[in-house]
Nanobody, 122 residues
Framework: QVQLVESGGGLVQAGGSLRLSCAASGGTYLPYPMGWFRQAPGKEREFVAAINWDGGSTYYDDSVKGRFTISRDNAKSTVYLEMNSLKPEDTGVYYC???????????????WGQGTQVTVSS
C-alpha cells in the first residue's frame, strides 16, 4: 500500500512563498491522480489542487487559482505544491492523497499523508 509523506511547511509572512513536497513509497502511485487538500483549525478539510497521472492536466480551487501550482515528478514519485502570494487564510495543515477516481472527484481520494503545517502571518 502506498504511503505518503508531506514536507516543506512552515511559518511565512503574507505575500511569501512555500514549496510543499509529497513523497510516495511502499507501492505505486502511478497511474493515479494526486491531490492536495488543507484543513484550517475548526474547519473541514478542503480541496486545494489536483493533477492527473501524467501531469498533463491540473485543477485548482478558485481560492488558490493563479497563486498555487501543482506538479509531479513520476521518476521521483513526488508531487509538489508551489504556493506564492500566500495569505493568512491559506493557513492550515496541508495533506496529499491518491485519487482513486478522476482527478476532479474530490471525494475519491485516499491514502492520506500525515500533513504538514503551513502558517501565514499577517
Amino acid at each position: 500500500q502506498v504511503q505518503l509523506v508531506e514536507s516543506g511547511g512552515g511559518l511565512v509572512q503574507a505575500g511569501g512563498s512555500l514549496r510543499l513536497s509529497c513523497a510516495a513509497s511502499g507501492g505505486t502511485y502511478l497511474p493515479y491522480p494526486m491531490g492536495w487538500f488543507r484543513q484550517a483549525p475548526g474547519k473541514e478539510r478542503e480541496f486545494v489542487a489536483a493533477i492527473n497521472w501524467d501531469g498533463g492536466s491540473t485543477y485548482y480551487d478558485d481560492s488558490v487559482k493563479g497563486r498555487f501550482t501543482i506538479s509531479r515528478d513520476n521518476a521521483k514519485s513526488t508531487v509538489y505544491l508551489e504556493m506564492n502570494s500566500l495569505k493568512p487564510e491559506d493557513t492550515g495543515v496541508y495533506y496529499c492523497a491518491v485519487g482513486l477516481g478522476r482527478a476532479t472527484q474530490r471525494d475519491r481520494y485516499a491514502h492520506w499523508g500525515q500533513g504538514t503545517q503551513v502558517t501565514v502571518s499577517s
